[in-house]
């Protein structure tokens, strides 16, 4: 079975020559892979699963004691764990709408015959390739009611983004959202240049408009490529934690993983910040699915 | 093939190499400590000791944002990265309790250390639980939040006229927490981009918690019994209550966007004339002195906290004491660099240095007091701190702490008493948890 799956050997290569056969060859490269993912990623995904049960204190030498779903009693029970959820939804759905929203309409900017497009292209691409700790260094400098550009720019004396507990998280979001919004640019972009072109010509034929020309061929066409989009930005944007965790330290923004780190690695609470990782995943991987439900919908039309 | 199998062969005898080098070395120790001058005075001073002994020392550090993280990972693997370590005096308990540090009970007796220390800086930074009359580390950085001040801006005579118009009394070093709230509101001038005071207020590790403190202690109040770990009745006393509010009141008067500053921040606050007066540890006032890091080092004064309503003057604490770790092939090195360090002439080298002695002798002579501005404020001060919890789950505590009056000092939600009861019962909840209170 599985040698059908791959392409045969050449017989006259030189990896048949030393009396490689396929299947040998599909190990070698195969099964270092595998080895690293379970050295690295299950054992320790299974190994925290453990965890999660005891009151394991990484920082003593006290042995771990089992206590059932105290942890995850504990966790769901906690009002500030909830708050901490219901602030990093909204921030999901700020930020991954305002990229989706921004990185879009420079797509379809972008998507005709302009002079240096290639060099425009790259240089808004800029933002996604910088590390996100110094993205956040330098929004923070930008945010400074005191000397920093944005309040200067916009006029807006010493109006305090990061220090107004109600406009953190925004403030927070509007850097993602510079951040990342290329990055949905950059995939709309590959899904509107697949588009044909005879299907404009013939909707141009029929007289339809400039609105149902985009609700009834751009739209349905770059769906999937859209959702895939969303798909990778709100599993990051559900994890991101250096951006936010530079910019601001206020309660109202402080997201799930930032509330995960300190218990980790300030207070060492290891074994229920394993529980409360395990509750992410667990968010992260219901969110996930349904999406994919609904990306393998929109294809299927 | 046979290339492949000698190239890895050579590699393999190269590492072997390189390791043997580094064995052959055996005779130098590793500190491990936070990323600021003291470090860099802490390795002056090791290159005396090598001088001296030929036992290389190196100072290791990384900042302090991520400093306990470090440490902790470190210690929590058993490694032996370092062979010292520096450690915040709350770390104490964790230290102890999860066998990374070292017992140096006997080494305290023996060089009868309690005398030759400060009395505080040998209740907070060297023994653990309180009272137990066990050891942990040697008091090596002495630090507490002090507060620096413009002396031009309080020297100037127009300043003075109007500020004693306004408020009855002289306009000079703050006597008292009133007078640093009045001075603070008088200079708060936002249209002119000048402020009345920097306070801590980052809640991401102990800094709001030690501005807090400075309020808290000055008032009379406490955090609590640290022998039983009652809370209830002193966390929410009405004398912390007061503190609380005289602390969010400072908050009015700090200059813009001021909801995450610690030490950096509240320098920057002198260096960028944004403010009157600035709470910092000393240990950050030598580059306020010096002129390539302060433009306005010539009229900058200090002073140390003031007195609350009813003539309480005490200081939050901060500083460190060296320990050495449980899990370091070296300890019998470390422990005589130790004996080396707690020489008085060593004591004498370190403050000149610019480190802060702990040393009672050093503390109380003339040339010490008169070496820089801040000296004397020091000096008092070291007489009169106290710190937070050092138990092993203080991060939770501190936590909890965070959690609960952040949102009341910069977002303004709810009152000081509800804030203050609610910590009360959430820190009596933790040492429930940890059997600490029934």
Known sequence: MATTMITTLDRSSRAAARGLSDISIRNLFIIPTILFLIVFNIFPLIYSLGYSFTDFRASTNAPANFVGLQNYRDLLNDPYVWSNFAITAKYVIISVAGQLFVGFGVAMLLNRDIPMKGLLTTLLLLPMMLSMAVVGLFWKLLYDPSFGIINYALGLGTFEWLADPKMALYAVALTDIWMWSPFVMLLSLAGLSAVPKHLYEAAAIDRAGPFYTFFRITLPLVAPILMIAVIFRTMEAFKTFDLAYILTSQPTAELISIRLYKMAFQEWQTGRSCAMAYIVLIMVLAITNIYVKYLNKVKER | ?438
């Open chain 2, 1 to 438: 093939m046979r290339k492949i199998v000698t190239s890895v062969l050579a590699g393999v005898g190269l590492a072997l190499a390189c390791g043997t080098s580094v064995h052959a070395q055996e005779k130098s120790l590793t500190i491990f400590w936070a990323e600021w001058d003291p470090a860099n005075y802490l390795q002056e001073l090791g290159n005396e000791y090598e001088k001296e002994t030929g036992v290389k020392i190196t100072v290791e550090t990384t900042p302090w944002s991520d400093f306990q993280t470090k440490a902790f990972t470190e210690f929590n693997a058993h490694g032996d990265a370092y062979d010292l370590v520096v450690g915040d005096s709350q770390w104490l308990g964790a230290g102890s309790t999860g066998g990374h540090y070292v017992d140096l009970t006997d080494f305290f007796k023996k060089h009868k250390l309690n005398d030759v220390m400060a009395p505080a800086t040998v209740k907070y930074y060297a023994e653990y639980p309180g009272n137990s009359g066990k050891y942990w580390a040697i008091p090596l950085e002495g630090d507490a939040v002090g507060w620096s001040y413009r002396k031009d801006w309080f020297e100037d005579p127009k300043e003075k006229e109007a500020f004693k118009a306004k408020y009855g009394y002289d306009l000079d070093v703050p006597k008292d927490f009133k007078a640093l709230r009045d001075i603070a509101e008088f200079f708060y001038r936002p249209d002119q981009k000048k402020y009345g005071i920097a306070i801590y207020t980052d809640n991401s590790y102990d800094a709001m918690a030690m501005g807090f403190e400075n309020a808290l202690f000055s008032y009379g109040g406490e955090l609590g019994d640290y022998a039983t770990y009652k809370v209830d009745g002193h966390i929410n006393s009405e004398k912390a209550v007061a503190a609380l509010d005289a602390y969010k009141e400072l908050y009015k008067f700090t200059p813009p966007g001021w909801a995450k500053s610690f030490f950096v921040e509240d320098n920057q606050a002198i260096t960028e004339n944004l403010a009157a007066m600035s709470m910092n540890y000393f240990a950050f006032f030598p580059s306020l002195i010096n002129e390539s890091s302060n433009p306005n080092a010539k009229n900058t004064g200090f002073f140390a906290n003031p007195p609350g309503p009813n003539g309480d003057q005490f200081a939050a604490l901060g500083g460190q004491g060296i320990s050495v770790v449980s899990y370091s092939q070296k300890q019998d090195e470390a422990m005589k660099f130790l004996e080396w360090f707690i020489k008085d002439e060593t004591q004498k080298k370190w403050a000149a240095l610019g480190g802060y002695t702990c040393s009672a002798a050093v503390l109380k002579s003339p040339e010490f007091q008169s070496a820089t501005p801040y000296n004397k404020a020091f000096y008092e001060t070291m007489f009169k701190v106290k710190d937070f919890w050092a138990v092993p789950e203080y991060a939770e505590l501190l936590q909890q702490l965070n959690q609960r009056i952040y949102p009341y000092m910069i977002g303004g939600s709810g009152t000081a008493k509800e804030t203050l009861d609610a910590l009360a019962a959430d820190w009596n909840a933790t040492f429930k948890k940890y059997g600490r209170v029934k």
